[in-house]
């Protein structure tokens, strides 16, 4: 198990505020398509020490909520291990894709998510950069106002999840 050499193939998108979802307001979301080769009988594991290694301990594993959230306090990784998930971003004006074993998903702080389907026994790994924990907001529950001032605070992470300092983050998420 081990990441896909580079140049690593990066898909952006850039996503407006929606509806009590701030999103992100100058980051856009990043897809790494096959960022890591699936094998072995613990895949998550590949993941797990791929953003450690790179600064961003993983945090869990397990799905995607079935409902509109965000964190407006950190960034997020996504590494999908097992099955496929079509994920609805940025909120119901946003961007739906469909994340298959090996892809790599990073969401800047305030990007809305909610899981539309699923195939399969979906596993995914989720991390945040060293020193963020992330706090969970719903359109209905949160101050658009105040979750995009807080989303404004997040600072810049220290490295690239798949490919650390340097990475293609950086060339997508300027200071």
Known sequence: ????????????????????????????????????AIAGADPAAAFEALFARNGWPPAWRDGV??????????H???GVYAGEVTVQFGGEGGVALTARP???LVLPAGTGHKKLASRGALGIVGAYPAGQHPRTGTPEASSIARS????????????D??????????AHWRA
Request: hydrophobic fraction near 45%; glycine fraction near 10%.
């Open 148 to 159: 995009r001032a807080a989303v404004a605070r997040v600072p810049l992470p220290g490295s």
């Open 76 to 78: 997020e990784a996504l």
């Open 102 to 104: 090996g892809d790599v």
């Open 65 to 74: 909520f079935p409902y509109h959230h965000f964190h407006d306090n950190a």
């Open 1 to 36: 198990m081990k990441a896909v050499s580079e140049p690593q193939r990066v898909v952006a998108h850039l996503l407006a505020p929606d509806a009590g979802i701030p999103n992100h307001p100058r980051w856009p979301l990043l897809v790494y398509p096959g960022a890591v």
């Open 161 to 170: 999840p798949v490919h650390g300092p340097g990475g293609p983050l950086f």
